[in-house]
C-alpha cells in the first residue's frame, strides 16, 4: 500500500531568501560593477589598432583574474534574479515575475558574452593577429544591443510587478518602467545600464518579503 507523505515524511523545503541574501547578493553585484567598469576597455570598431593593442597591454594573470571576477558577476546576476522572482511572486503570482527573472536571465548571457569576447581580444592582440582584432572589436562594439533586450524585460517586467501587486514601492516601480521604456533608445539606453547596480540595490532593499524573511 502507497503512504501518503506527512509534514514529518515531506522533504525539507529551502526558505525564501531573506533581506540580507538580497541586500548581500546586490551589495556584490555592485561591487563587481565598478571593478568591471574600472578596469574594462572602451574598444569600437572604428577605434585605432594601436590603441585596442594598449587597452590590453598586460599580462595572462591579469586577463585571468578579470575573465574571473566577470564570471562570478554573471553567476550574482543569476542568484540575484532568481531571488528577487522569488519575492517579487510572495504578493501574488504573476507571469511579470517571470519576465523579470528571465530578464535577469538574459543579462548575465550578455555579460558573459562581453567577458568572453574581451578574453578573447587579449588572445588576439597577444597574438599579435590584427584581422581577428578586428573583428572582434566590431563583435564588442554591438556587443550593447542585447543588453538593451534584457533591460527592458528587467526594468519594466519588474516595474509592471511592483505597480499592478504592490511587491516595490510605486516610485521604484514608476521608475523602472521609464527606465525600461528608454532602454532601446540610442544614447538613452546608457541610463538604464550606469543605473543597473543602484537600481538592484535599491530592489533588494525594498522588495516587499515575508515576515519571516
Do not use: N
Amino acid at each position: 500500500m502507497t503512504q501518503l507523505a506527512t509534514p514529518e515524511t515531506q522533504a525539507p523545503t529551502t526558505g525564501a531568501p531573506g533581506r540580507r541574501t538580497l541586500v548581500g547578493l546586490a551589495g556584490a553585484i555592485l561591487v563587481c560593477y565598478v571593478v568591471m567598469l574600472g578596469t574594462g576597455s572602451d574598444v569600437h570598431a572604428d577605434t585605432k589598432l594601436a590603441d585596442i593593442k594598449g587597452f590590453y597591454d598586460y599580462d595572462q594573470t591579469t586577463s585571468q583574474v578579470m575573465s574571473y571576477v566577470g564570471m562570478v558577476f554573471v553567476a550574482l546576476v543569476v542568484f540575484f534574479g532568481a531571488a528577487v522572482r522569488h519575492a517579487l511572486r510572495q504578493s501574488r503570482a504573476t507571469w511579470l515575475a517571470d519576465v523579470s527573472f528571465f530578464g535577469f536571465g538574459a543579462l548575465a548571457a550578455t555579460f558573459a558574452s562581453w567577458v568572453v569576447t574581451d578574453s578573447a581580444l587579449w588572445r588576439a592582440v597577444d597574438y599579435g593577429d590584427e584581422s581577428s582584432i578586428r573583428s572582434l572589436a566590431a563583435i564588442s562594439d554591438a556587443g550593447f544591443l542585447p543588453l538593451m533586450a534584457s533591460m527592458i524585460a528587467v526594468y519594466v517586467g519588474t516595474g509592471l510587478v511592483g505597480l499592478t501587486t504592490g511587491a516595490i514601492p510605486k516610485w521604484l516601480a514608476v521608475t523602472s518602467v521609464g527606465i525600461g521604456v528608454v532602454a532601446p533608445m540610442s544614447i538613452l539606453g546608457f541610463i538604464g545600464a550606469s543605473l543597473l547596480p543602484l537600481w538592484v540595490l535599491a530592489l533588494a532593499i525594498t522588495v516587499r518579503l515575508e515576515p519571516s524573511a
